[in-house]
């Protein structure tokens, strides 16, 4: 059995138990079982949260905390000095860091990590496209590009028709959303 684990790693209000949920929606859609669930420790903004996604082929039986991840998603990158995001993170899998910084200066907070590393510029990218700081969307597409855990021309669709029924009465949000989406697949690089 085929089976991808994500660990997210953001803080309460930034969007990352979101952006699990609409990962898990968006690769049910795509005819995946999924599970995304969020942890919380006390809940207020700007505490670190973890959120976490299974999506498989075949039914999961498994239902506890994912603690050796093959992906893992840094929505904000401060989490690398307070939490050890790479903890139980597998070699051959892959960290996403919400960055601007170069590979060397991340790496320094990556416990020895060796395993690949990508970063993608959410600040840039969802100002850009949202005029606000939204970082869950671009992160999102960035974990679809590097996890390939869906078909990256079904996932914008799909999201495009999950923003449309969501944002019904707000077509600039879904444009923005959908920009962002777009321009993340595209700007995800490994440093």
Known sequence: MK????????????????????????????GKYVQGFPEYGPERMGA??????????????IHSNIYTPEFVVVVDETLLEAVDVTKGLKEDGAIVINSSKSGDELRKHLNGYKGKVFTIDARTVS??????YFPNTPMLAAIVKVSGVLDEEQFVSDMEASFKHKFASKPQVIEGNMGCLKEALKEVKEV
């Open 3 to 30: 089976m991808t684990e994500i660990r997210w790693h953001g803080r309460g209000g930034q969007g990352a138990k979101t952006a699990c949920l609409l990962l898990a929606d968006v690769a049910f859609t795509a």
């Open 48 to 61: 670190p949260i973890t959120a976490y996604n299974r999506i498989s082929d075949e039914r999961c039986t």
């Open 127 to 132: 100002e850009k496209h949202l005029g606000k």
